[in-house]
């Protein structure tokens, strides 16, 4: 098998894990062929996944023969025991373990997670593309999960999995009084160093997002008589502005000098954002987003060398705070 890095261990792990959870199962050919590894360490891979706990809360694969060709074996995984799952055979540490239990469920619940277990190594450096949300080092959760966390976000995923709802103690930033709050949980996520759970009220169905480390109590699972309809998920992981989406979707661009244009095209940018040099020099980058306030940051940051804004009102909106922020500086 080789040596492989515990970040390229846990990846090749959930390429296997799901695979074998998707509908009807795999065989080791298919796996094989999916995953560019051979079938003995897929083999291997198998057997450790069923026997790596001695509590017995290893993963339940049953195998079975294709009834039109007796030559093929299946391999499918009960996906009821991905939340029972602990990795000691990976040596982690119970931060590690317990953010890879937590992927492994997330990948479950919305679309875009599928890529966790295609991949996990590409995300430790940037968005390689609109299928891959990032995380810089799975080493490092202690921010992520903290032991204060860890049985809160127990919590959440039993929720999560048994479509029940939740109720805790939240602490709104800038505001003085902690604010109980009932949802529904959708699902959750790591962005930039954080746990966020994503949720509706149950009250109006608004969709909120919540940073699991202001959550000052471990959250009560309710099961309400009246619950909103489920939003659908709105494909906000994959913005290349952040998930923290206030606006409408709209596509935009932003024209830099020939030194700032440099600098883009060497980046490494998600497939949703197109970058292009003109013949001048200069460089004009164009993407699609939700996120107005990030956007708007973003190229405020960068401003003495930003030539051309396009949409006209995006570039009014921070023309006008820029004027703001000039006014009110200069008045103090």
């Known amino acids: 098998m080789g040596r492989h890095s515990t970040i390229e261990s846990i990846a090749r792990m959930l390429q296997i894990v799901k695979l074998m959870s998707q509908e009807g199962g795999a065989t080791l050919s298919e796996m094989e062929k999916a995953t560019d590894i051979d079938r003995w360490t897929i083999k291997d891979m198998i057997d450790s996944l069923e026997s790596m706990n001695t509590d017995g809360k290893g993963l339940c ?33 119970d931060d590690e373990g317990m953010l890879l239990a937590l992927m492994m469920s997330q990948s479950q619940q919305t679309p875009v997670l599928k890529a966790a277990a295609q991949g996990l190594q590409t995300k430790l450096s940037w968005f390689k593309d609109a299928q891959n949300y990032q995380i810089y080092n799975v080493n490092a959760t202690e921010k992520i999960i903290s032991e204060e966390a860890k049985e809160a976000v127990g919590v959440i995923l039993k929720a999560i999995q048994q479509n ?10 800038g505001n003085s009084k902690l604010a109980r709050r009932d949802v529904m949980p959708l699902y959750m996520f790591v962005y930039d160093g954080g746990l ?3 949720a509706q009220k149950l009250e109006d169905g608004e969709l909120r997002t919540f940073a699991v480390e202001r959550i000052q109590d471990v959250p009560k699972i309710t099961s309400p008589r009246k619950r909103p309809k489920p939003l659908p998920y709105d494909g906000r992981l994959e913005d290349p502005f952040g998930p923290f989406c206030e606006h409408k979707g709209f ?42 306030h990030v956007v708007k940051k973003w190229i405020m940051g960068q401003a003495k060398n930003v030539k051309k804004i396009e949409p006209k009102w995006l570039r009014d909106k921070i023309l006008e705070e820029i004027d703001a922020m000039t006014s009110s500086v200069r008045q103090n």
């Not at 039109?68 to 990976?90: A, C, E, F, V």
């Not at 029940?164 to 930033?173: E, I, M, R, V, W």
């Open 164 to 173: 029940k709802c939740l109720s805790f103690t939240y602490d709104n930033a």
């Open 251 to 292: 596509t935009f661009s932003v024209t830099f000098d020939s030194w700032q244009g440099w600098y883009n095209m060497q980046r490494r940018w998600p497939d949703s954002i197109k970058v292009k040099r003109n013949p001048d020099g200069t460089c004009t980058l164009t993407a699609r987003t939700r996120g107005l």
């Open 61 to 93: 694969i049953t195998e079975y023969k294709d009834p039109n060709d007796k030559r093929k074996t299946y391999y499918q995984i009960d996906r009821k025991s991905l939340w029972t799952l602990t990795l000691p055979g990976l040596s982690l540490s």
């Open 196 to 198: 966020y759970l994503n």
